[in-house]
């Protein structure tokens, strides 16, 4: 449907109503039926699509692509972020809805599966809407703000799904609740609550499974993976990797391949394998220089391109002590993610400085790094620099590193 000229050609002129229309009609829904989804009248969905190259509300684009499965680069949402930026009320929009959210270093973000078929459906869609949300709202809001708000939606899935009324209906629930358990085990590793992030993404998987979708049970198998990777279990996290790829079998998706790769490399240098780490960093970087541009099938709707694999090596540059990965000549050109993400690459640059000497700016660089995660009550970013400062042992530590450890301890979060 993605890849239909008429879609590709509204979507390129700003059509967005348009964009909407065609993906309603080949759904076989009605403008009442996604009126009601999404909180429109009738009327009012007709007036959406037929809008023209104008601007529209981020909200509402928002919710009609999450209802319809569309890819958020096809109305204007591109990373997250609106391709053009329109005056008054949507602004405000933009900042309550939008804000923050931005394609993370080799993380990718879920957006919504198509889902209108049967009684079920329409609810599967509607309790897609605050888990994509919340997602949004985590770039810009602390892990621990969200974290109960997300607990009561995952209890609000499953006591719908308790009552829900043939296999269809369950399984179309399971992979919502799915959906929702990854993004509360994401919240909680922010947190620094390794404990609870994994038993998370364990009920992620386990609920995909039970989902019947392949492709989102690989998924959160690989998120699973890419966690215990970053937690040091390199060799639970190459299980998971190779489980993901069995799953899916000789089908998979060109960007399954760049990731999965991707947290293969990561898995490898949490065991200390630099050889290993570096040839699938390769391959991921051969495989996603070659991805089509056409738009990746759901759950793998996201930005994912030889960016990433570079935030990648500067991580597995960084926990090898590599300092000649972390301090290559393209990563000062690396932006990807939003403000907490982007201090996480930052105390592994500081790593990288420091295997190369550089004591002074390693911890200018660390300390930046800090006061992010103090400011978004991160403790999984401030455990990250206590790691960098640990790998610092000297009698006579210069002012910078005074100066961060006096920072450093008066973190209570």
């Not at 699509?49 to 949402?77: C, D, Q």
């Amino acid at each position: 449907m993605w890849q239909a000229t008429a879609v590709r050609e509204a979507s390129r002129t700003g059509d967005y109503g348009k964009v909407i229309e065609l993906v309603r009609q080949d759904r076989r829904m009605t403008q009442a039926q996604l009126g009601g989804a999404i909180g429109l009248s009738q009327s009012a969905v007709s007036r959406l699509e037929k809008r023209g190259a104008r601007t529209y509300s981020t909200t509402i684009l928002a919710a009609a692509s999450a209802h319809l499965g569309i890819p958020p680069v096809l109305v204007g949402l591109a990373d997250g972020r609106p391709q053009e930026h329109a005056n008054g009320d949507d602004d405000v929009d933009r900042r309550k809805f939008l804000g923050g959210v931005a394609a993370t270093a080799a993380t990718p973000v879920l957006t919504a599966l198509p889902d209108t078929a049967g009684p079920g459906g329409g609810q599967a869609a509607a309790l897609r809407l605050p888990t994509s949300a919340y997602r949004r709202l985590d770039g810009s809001t602390p892990s621990r703000d969200l974290s109960e708000a997300v607990k009561s939606h995952l209890r609000l899935i499953q006591s719908i799904t308790g009552t829900a009324r043939g296999d269809a209906d369950r399984n179309r629930l399971a992979a919502v609740g799915s959906e929702a358990a990854s993004l509360a085990g994401w919240l909680a590793w922010d947190m620094g609550d390794n404990g609870s992030a994994r038993a998370w993404y364990g009920s992620a998987v386990k609920a995909a499974r039970t989902s019947g979708d392949l492709l989102l049970t690989a998924y959160q198998a690989g998120s699973l993976a890419q966690f215990e990777a970053h937690a040091g279990n390199g060799a639970e996290a190459l299980n998971l990797t190779r489980r993901a790829r069995r799953v899916l079998g000789d089908r998979r998706p060109p960007v399954a391949d760049a990731w999965l790769l991707s947290v293969e490399a990561l898995a490898h240098a949490a065991d200390g394998d630099r050889r290993s780490a570096d040839r699938a960093l390769t391959a991921s970087r051969a495989a996603a220089e070659a991805l089509p541009e056409d738009p990746p099938p759901w759950p793998w709707v996201f930005t994912f391109g030889p960016e990433k694999v570079t935030a990648c090596r500067v991580t597995c540059g960084a926990r090898l002590g590599l300092a000649d990965w972390v301090l290559s000549d393209d990563v000062g050109a690396l932006t990807a993610g939003h403000a907490k993400q982007r201090a996480l690459l930052v105390l592994d640059i500081a790593a990288g400085h420091l295997a190369g000497g550089r004591v002074e700016s390693a911890f200018a660089l660390a300390r930046r790094a800090l006061d992010t995660g103090v400011t978004y009550k991160s403790g999984r970013i401030v455990e990250r620099a206590r790691a960098v400062r640990r790998t610092l042992t000297t009698s006579a530590p210069p002012k910078v590193v005074r100066d961060f450890d006096e920072r450093l301890h008066g973190v209570y979060l």
